[in-house]
């Protein structure tokens, strides 16, 4: 179970230890204030690989937090339910946010719940009024949610999207802190691969899965698939990181990517390779102390691969032989990217959330700006030219002091009136 009580314990950390400074320059003021002189030792762990850069509401990689508890303390009333953010006429993204989080800042702003559901029956944005993380993943088909309590994983649980908006949710404990995750299917529930990232050293690092497990939606059984022997072989190289195994637990397959960023293996659950992709140009594991590793994302259609090491963010075609096509920063650009989900939402769009306010965070002299913090939605074409941009502005914050980012994408067929950049 992570409270809020843990993410001051962890941002105290950063606070004390001048090594931290490049991961918490992005952050709030009230929030390394609320972190000064609580410090806790205990094992941190993350999602791999976690890229959370250049943003004022994230915490980086390294202690495993995705976002900063709580709401604003300022005047005015608590907020539990807003209108959608308008949108253009026809937008081109082909997916709606269904599942945001907000920071208001130095107290001034309104006092805003931290987790908020799209709910399609009052086509509005509902509250999700508690201290701990909350976030909803839909099925494949749309149909049913996952919940999830605690940022690092308390407890899940699957009801129909009604029902899960509205709280009626049977809950599963997770003992073990590793999150899961739906499968491709949506047969399955899958955990997610997580790593001990109490090191400084990204090279001590072990992952903490001892097995692929996965679960049934329904009852909350768990069958289990040993992690080849293979794939810890290659780990312990340190030439290769594993990606989020794929598949379901009769057909799972673990993909590793090459730290260099240019080669991608696919082994099956006897060890073997059954499959290899070259790409040209690929982006090698980077960013830094502590998140020096890559993610990969397919584009649905599997033509397209983006890449990303806490520095670049590329993408590549593969119908051209893995040819690199488009390239941009992400850590100094004010440039969010959900690491355990995909930027893509269709087969020929990206989507990356842009915070002005915080593009120049790293440079000489820069300070963190105190308003403004609304996120500007960017889609992006294959080659990440620029296709359409949409800026998300919390309806009752007009000055700005509250910011919001996205944690959950969903095709908008599915789900009509939720905001699309």
């Excluded at 397209?304 to 806490?310: I, K, R, T, V, W």
């Amino acid at each position: 179970m992570l409270t809020t009580d843990d993410l001051r314990d962890a941002m105290a950390d950063a606070v004390d230890d001048p090594a931290a400074e490049a991961y918490t320059i992005g952050l709030s003021d009230r929030a390394l204030a609320d972190a000064g002189g609580q410090r806790a030792a205990r094992r941190w762990m993350r999602p791999v690989p976690a890229i959370a850069v250049g943003t004022a509401f994230v915490v980086a990689g390294t202690f495993g937090v995705l976002a900063l508890g709580g709401s604003g303390s300022g005047n005015g009333k608590r907020v539990t339910e807003m209108n959608a953010p308008g949108t253009v006429t026809d937008p081109k993204a082909q997916s709606a946010l269904l599942d945001f989080e907000v920071e208001c800042l130095d107290g001034r702003g309104p006092k805003m719940a931290m987790d908020w559901v799209w709910d399609p029956e009052t086509q509005q944005y509902r509250a999700v009024d508690s201290s701990i993380y909350t976030s909803f993943t839909p099925s494949p088909d749309g149909k049913r949610a996952l919940v999830i309590k605690g940022i690092d994983s308390e407890a899940w649980g699957v009801a129909d999207w009604a029902d899960a908006v509205a709280g009626r949710v049977a809950l599963h404990p997770i003992s073990d802190r590793i999150g899961v995750r739906w499968t491709t299917d949506g047969k399955e529930l899958t955990s997610v691969t997580t790593w001990d990232a109490k090191s400084q050293d990204p090279d001590a690092a072990t992952l903490v899965n001892k097995t692929a497990d996965f679960y049934d939606p329904a009852t909350g059984s768990k069958r289990s698939v040993p992690i080849p022997q293979a794939v810890w072989d290659l780990i312990a190289s340190r030439q290769w990181r594993p990606v989020q195994w794929q598949g379901g637990h009769d057909s799972i397959v673990f993909p590793m990517v090459s730290t260099a960023g240019d080669r991608v293996e696919w082994l099956n659950a006897q060890g073997h390779v059954i499959r290899t992709l070259t790409l040209k140009d690929g982006l090698p594991a980077g960013g830094g102390p502590g998140s020096p590793y890559l993610s990969i994302w397919f584009s649905p259609d599997g033509r397209y691969l983006a890449e990303s090491n806490a520095t670049l963010f590329a993408t590549f075609d593969l119908n051209a032989g893995g040819r690199r096509i488009g390239q941009t920063r992400v850590d100094r650009d004010g440039i969010f990217i959900r690491v355990d989900s995909s930027p893509w939402s269709g087969d020929h769009d990206i989507v990356l959330t842009i915070d002005p306010a915080t593009k120049d965070l790293g440079k000489p002299g820069a300070k963190e700006s105190k308003t403004g913090h609304s996120p500007v939605y960017r889609v992006l074409s294959p080659e990440l030219k620029v296709v359409e941009e949409s800026k998300f502005v919390l309806p009752d914050d007009p000055l700005g002091y509250c910011a919001s980012w996205p944690i959950t994408w969903a095709p908008k067929t599915r789900f009509p009136g939720a905001f699309v950049p």
